[in-house]
């Protein structure tokens, strides 16, 4: 798979227009099956933008990241997220700091994993804010294929908050297509909290494909996913767009 003329000014384009344009929307999944892989030295910022196109008028969200690798064991990020309040009107949601510290590595342990410590403060009256721990692994095979799972926990406080510990696995399977492009599953499991957990339905669960790859000699790394309800309470269509750009 190629990508022909200027890479970084293309790329550079495209994230402006989608900040630029986007009506973001504060429901929709911008999360991801993150890795557990921590490189000591790398920044990044990125952008993942996610769409409704269901929706009339379409209804986005959009995420900012930075992140910063202290160690070949820990790294940290910054987070925020702008939703609209209204027609016109774009706002900021949530503030969020994460810490990822990486235990097991592929070539000691044959597979990766890593805890993830986060802490998001809500802004304004009626949204909460919330405590998580989060447990990431990965495993690759010689034939190309890798499995990632993740598993969060934690609780909320502030306004409209639950008193039980939120649970939301996640997955995802990929198999390599390409050189530095792969192709897979992915699925998403909001199962609410430990004090009310409903049925299937009363919980989002979200199941799609995945397509993600690196570009400009690993500068960029792009990810373009749809994701389709499985249960009543998930949005029936989610298009999402997760782009990160290597510093």
């Known amino acids: 798979m ?12 495209i994230l402006t227009f989608l900040v630029g344009v986007a009506s973001p929307a504060f429901a929709l999944n911008t999360t991801s099956v993150f890795s557990p892989d921590v490189r000591e030295g790398s920044k990044a910022l990125e952008l993942r933008s996610s769409m409704l196109p269901d929706e009339s008028p379409t209804a986005w ?13 820990w790294r940290v990020r910054f987070i925020g997220l702008f939703a609209d309040s209204g027609p016109g009107s774009m706002e900021f949601r949530y503030f969020r700091f ?3 510290s ?6 000691v342990a044959g597979w990766d994993s890593a805890i993830r410590y986060e802490l998001q403060i809500a802004e304004g009256d009626n949204l909460p804010s919330r405590a998580r721990i989060a447990w990431t692994g990965k495993w690759n095979w ?3 294929w890798e499995a990632r799972a993740n598993f969060l926990t934690g609780r909320q406080f502030g306004p409209e908050s639950h008193d039980g510990f939120l649970i939301e696995p996640r997955f995802q399977v990929t198999r390599s297509i390409a050189d530095d492009w792969r192709l897979g599953l992915e699925s998403f499991h909001d199962m609410n909290d430990t004090r009310g957990l409903g049925s299937f339905d009363e919980q989002e669960h979200q199941l799609g494909p995945i397509l993600k790859g690196k570009l400009d000699g690993g500068k960029w790394s792009l990810a373009f996913s749809w994701l389709f309800g499985i249960s009543d309470s998930a949005d029936d269509n989610d298009f999402r767009i997760h782009m990160v750009r290597s510093l």
């Open 142 to 144: 010689d034939n190309g």
């Open 2 to 13: 190629s990508f022909r003329g200027n890479a970084s000014f293309k790329l550079s384009f």
């Open 98 to 100: 994460e810490a990822q």
């Open 102 to 107: 990486q235990f097991a590595e592929d070539e």
């Open 61 to 73: 969200a959009q995420r900012l990241h930075y992140q910063h690798a202290l160690s070949d064991a």
